[in-house]
């Protein structure tokens, strides 16, 4: 290179940077939205469209880096680096335990900050590496055969909206204009399976199902600020989710007025020709998409907007107003802002699985356990002379992860955790004993009389992500991670009948897995059986500090157990006549809510601060509860509603809080239940106040027999009359 030439492309590259120098968009002090408009104005038309794709390539004459969008963090920051790893997301549900969630997904954001300024000062791009993240998924459970609905809060739109709120408001931080990370509701709406036929799928919902169940926790998230929405691959109602007038205008924009970006779910928009056939081809669908609001192409359709721009579909005025609302998300999180200027530009690489992050990762499996069936053999002594560990799932690393998960280090599985917790003086012995699915090939059996030689016999059984999960990603599922099979797999009833006959030493079942299976075999043949959902790095040690009595079974079931699918309505029918807790009439096997303790409880009568309810004045409601056992423990004290009418769901949740007891303590524990708590959804969708009896329960379950049944003490019940 000569002399004039390199002098020459120094003089350009000086004022090239000179040019960005003066930038409006480069100005932290300037106004979002006038930064937002300067540099969309400096963009072609063809960079403006592949700006709104995931995988956002570099512009270098403006210094804009590539970006990927699709970032993970539903239990922990996902397909990235060493991260803390979570329970699965559904035993936050099962925690009850909305202010313990809110540490989690803290602590998480915190990782995520940290990884991504590693990142980039080693000026890393990668996907799996942003700070956007698509979580959390608060679909509603509706029915068990769905294999991601281990990825939600349960099957209850309360519980849902308060534990997915907690999450939001961790992930994306406190700070007034900054966010720490950008977090994203999905999948809008009406999304729980089948996963086979998602891609062409129409879900058919009443405005009253829309707005009683499926819309609240979505609503609850736009109300707290939450960055983005995902919409899903079906249809809803006949119109596809992600080109959705209903959804995206009427609702999302125009009803609940929010104003953060909106992303496909990925490939949906190839849906539109390809699966529902909605529009002849790419350039339609785009178009279609961008003018219902859709933001954010996860997939490689939006190109065709080019062609959709030379063909009238579309105007590039139109374009302009997508990607302002989308790149408003990058500069909140400070991405064209100075290095080292943003709150959270100094979060170091420290707080990455740090030892206060693993023991958050504890408590979580602690608080999410359920034990569902004690004949009296826990809490164990654990100087017994001889311990036997055995099943598919003892010695698993999927047992403890679920799916969309991260990697760690220092994974502990249920055997190295009861491991951990036994005295050196006694013996403890392994062997799988059987394969997850399937029959064992060699015949030969070295384990029945290990457990017969034993004071006690754990074994670990139920499902993994091999079994359940999303389309694609569960190998070992011919139904493409759906569960179509309600049964836990023959092979493993089958060994814990083996292990049963003819031994009268204790069998403990721990069970994993992420939604309801038919456990009535296990609950007949077993001492003592723990769900323990997929409890994450720590798992190991939570479940042997529950099981040696360290800390007391305090866990909730936030999706119903059935006896059989039976039970159930069809798959493919999402009318909510006869589904979850709220309108099932049948007897389930474990009831929402329930989980047992190694102490007792009593409530006393529940006193209403009036008999008769005003308009927009709140009734308190309050118990005293006392632990009337001889542990310290946690109770989940939970409040629940029944309006009038024959069309209002059953029970409805509208309150929970965890109360710690010592023995012998007691206290008052006191609900507020406000005009909006006594609403109810008509036929239309709409929300109205009723007159008449409503029943109020307080108790540490579903106010049901079945829960007597099995254990729980009886709810304290009353009737309070609106005007």
């Not at 100094?346 to 693993?358: D, F, W």
């Not at 409040?639 to 509208?654: E, M, Q, R």
């Amino acid at each position: 290179m000569n002399k004039f030439r390199f002098f020459f492309l120094l003089i350009l590259a000086g004022l090239l940077n000179s040019a960005n120098a003066q930038s409006i968009y480069l100005d932290p002090s300037k106004p979002l939205d006038e930064r937002v408009k300067d540099l969309v104005s400096k963009l072609t038309l063809e960079e403006k469209v592949y700006q709104m794709m995931n995988s956002s390539p570099a512009i270098p004459r403006l210094n804009i880096p590539a970006y990927d969008w699709w970032n993970e963090a539903l239990h922990g920051v996902a397909r990235s680096g060493v991260a803390t790893v979570f329970p699965q997301a559904i035993a936050f549900g099962a925690t009850f335990d909305d202010h313990l969630i809110h540490k989690v997904s803290t602590a998480i954001s915190d990782e995520a900050r940290a990884m991504y300024n590693a990142a980039q000062a080693d000026d890393y791009h990668q996907r799996f590496g942003g700070l956007t993240f698509w979580t959390p998924n608060i679909n509603i459970f509706r029915d068990p055969r769905w294999g991601r609905g281990q990825e939600t809060y349960g099957e209850d739109p309360f519980l849902t909206s308060k534990i997915g709120v907690a999450f939001v408001t961790g992930m994306q931080g406190d700070d007034p204009t900054h966010l720490k990370v950008a977090a994203c509701a999905k999948h809008f709406a009406v999304h729980s399976g089948p996963e086979r036929l998602r891609h062409t799928f129409n879900a058919e919902a009443s405005p009253k199902d829309l707005f009683e169940t499926y819309l609240p926790a979505f609503k609850a998230l736009v109300d707290a600020h939450v960055e983005a929405v995902m919409c899903a691959y079906n249809r809803t109602n006949n119109e596809p989710c992600c080109g959705s007038n209903l959804l995206l205008q009427d609702i999302l924009r125009d009803k609940w007025q929010f104003k953060g970006h909106v992303v496909s779910d990925c490939g949906a928009i190839a849906d539109f020709y390809m699966g529902h056939h909605v529009v002849p081809g790419q350039a339609e669908a785009v178009a279609l998409s961008v003018k219902h609001g859709v933001d954010l192409n996860c997939g490689d359709e939006y190109p065709a907007l080019l062609e959709a721009v030379k063909r009238g579909l579309i105007t590039e005025k139109e374009i302009d107003a997508a990607l302002a609302t989308l790149l408003k998300t990058r500069f909140k999180l400070g991405m064209f802002d100075p290095k080292g200027t943003g709150p959270y530009d100094h979060i170091s690489e420290s707080v990455i699985n740090s030892p206060e992050h693993r023991e958050l990762a504890k408590q979580v499996a602690l608080e999410s356990i359920v034990l569902v069936k004690n004949n009296g053999v826990l809490p164990l002594r654990n100087d017994l002379p001889k311990y036997f560990v055995t099943g598919p799932t003892a010695a698993n690393q999927d047992a403890l992860i679920g799916n969309y998960y991260g990697v760690n280090p220092q994974m502990t599985t249920i055997l190295e955790g009861l491991a951990s917790g036994i005295s050196h003086a006694s013996q403890m012995q392994f062997k799988p004993g059987i394969l997850l699915d399937r029959p064992n090939a060699n015949p030969i059996d070295w384990t029945t009389g290990d457990a017969k030689a034993s004071n006690v016999t754990f074994v670990a059984m139920g499902i993994t992500g091999l079994l359940e999960g999303e389309e694609g990603e569960s190998i070992g599922s011919p139904t493409y991670g759906d569960r179509l099979d309600y049964n836990l797999p023959q092979n493993q009833i089958d060994f814990l009948k083996k292990l049963r006959e003819g031994n009268k030493n204790k069998i403990v079942a721990i069970i994993t897995g992420g939604s309801p299976m038919n456990l009535a075999e296990v609950q007949e043949l077993a001492d003592a059986v723990l769900l323990v959902w997929y409890p994450g790095e720590e798992g190991g040690h939570a479940i042997a500090d529950i099981i040696f009595g360290k800390v007391s079974p305090s866990g909730r079931i936030p999706v119903t157990f059935p006896k059989s699918f039976d039970q159930l309505p069809a798959y493919t029918d999402y009318s909510m006549k006869g589904r979850t807790y709220r309108y099932m009439t049948a007897e389930p096997l474990y009831p929402f809510g329930f989980g047992l303790s190694y102490t007792t409880f009593s409530y006393s009568g529940i006193k209403l601060s009036a008999a008769k309810a005003k308009k927009d004045v709140p009734v308190t409601a309050g118990v005293t509860v006392t632990n009337t056992g001889k542990m310290e423990a946690d109770e989940v004290v939970q409040l629940y509603v029944t309006a009038p009418g024959t069309d209002n769901p059953i029970f409805s949740l509208k309150g929970f809080k965890r109360e710690k007891l010592k023995p012998g303590e007691s206290k008052m524990v006191e609900f507020s239940i406000t005009p909006a708590i006594l609403q109810t959804i008509n036929d239309n969708g709409q929300a109205v106040e009723l007159s008449g009896d409503y029943h109020i329960y307080i108790g540490g379950s579903l106010p049901t027999k079945r829960s007597e049944e099995l254990g729980m003490t009886k709810c304290s019940g009353t009737t309070l009359h609106v005007e």
